[in-house]
C-alpha cells in the first residue's frame, strides 16, 4: 500500500510510529467511499428527495409557458446537482485519507481531511465492540470505550456512531469486508483479553452484542 504525499510522515501507511516488538498487523482497509456517500451522507435518499421536489415544483409550473416551467426547474435541478456532487466529494475524500488498522493489540485510525487525527485505541481501552452491516455487503466496527474515556464527535465525525453524541464512540465505517473484519477483531480481542465477559452496546436500532461480535443487518 503506497501513502499519499502528505501522509509520507508516517512510519508506515496508517501508524504515526513503528509497533513494539512483538505487535504485528493484522488488517489494514478504507472505508468503501460508494458507501459512505449512501450511508453516512444519504446521496441517494436526498436524490430521491430532490426528485420529488422538482417533480411537485414541474406540477406548480404546469401550464405556463415553456420559459416559465423549463428555466425554474433547470435552475433546481442544477442546484441539487451541485448539493450531491459537494455531498459525494466529501464522501471520497474522507474515505481517501481513511485508513484503519487491527494489529494483535489495538486498533489505528487514521482519519480526517483537512486536518489528520490518528486514533490509538488499545483493547485494554475497548470495553465493547458491534458490527452492523448493511443490504449492499458493507458494514460498521463500532467499538466503546472503557471508563471515563471520551474522543469529542466532532473530532471523530464521520467515522463515529450516529447520532451517539453523549458518548462518542469510534466506528470503522462502511467497510467492504465488514464480517471478515469483525471476525480479525473477535479472534485478537479475545486472544488479549481471555477474562473479560461480553458486554452489549445498547442501541435504539438494536446492533447486537459485541464481544464476540455479531451482525445486524440495517434497513438502510
Not at 90 to 99: D, G, M, P
Not at 101 to 114: A, D, K, L, S, Y
Not at 151 to 166: C, F, K, Y
Request: charged share 15%.
Amino acid at each position: 500500500m503506497k501513502a499519499h504525499h502528505e501522509h509520507e510522515f508516517e512510519a508506515a501507511p496508517g501508524l504515526p510510529e513503528k509497533l513494539p516488538l512483538g505487535e504485528s498487523i493484522l488488517w489494514q482497509g478504507a472505508p468503501s467511499a460508494r458507501s459512505l456517500a449512501v450511508h453516512v451522507f444519504h446521496v441517494r435518499l436526498l436524490s430521491g428527495y430532490f426528485a420529488a421536489m422538482l417533480l411537485v415544483q414541474g406540477l406548480y409550473l404546469a401550464g405556463e409557458p415553456g420559459g416559465l416551467v423549463f428555466k425554474p426547474l433547470l435552475w433546481s435541478l442544477g442546484a441539487a446537482l451541485v448539493a450531491l456532487g459537494l455531498l459525494t466529494s466529501v464522501a471520497w475524500f474522507a474515505a481517501r485519507n481513511a485508513l484503519y488498522t487491527i494489529t494483535n493489540r489495538r486498533i489505528v485510525m487514521r482519519i480526517g481531511i483537512v486536518l489528520t487525527l490518528t486514533l490509538n485505541l488499545p483493547f485494554k481501552a475497548l470495553s465493547a465492540a458491534a458490527l452492523r452491516t448493511y443490504k449492499d455487503g458493507s458494514g460498521d466496527i463500532v467499538v466503546d470505550l472503557a471508563g471515563n474515556d471520551r474522543i469529542g464527535w466532532a473530532h471523530l465525525w464521520p467515522h463515529a456512531r450516529p447520532w451517539a453524541l453523549q458518548k462518542p464512540q469510534p466506528s470503522m465505517r462502511c467497510l467492504p469486508d465488514a464480517p471478515k473484519v469483525a471476525a480479525i477483531l473477535q479472534t485478537a480481542w479475545l486472544a488479549s483479553n481471555p477474562a473479560m465477559a461480553p458486554t452489549r452496546i445498547q442501541d435504539s436500532t438494536p446492533v447486537q452484542s459485541p464481544r464476540p461480535v455479531s451482525a445486524h443487518t440495517a434497513t438502510a
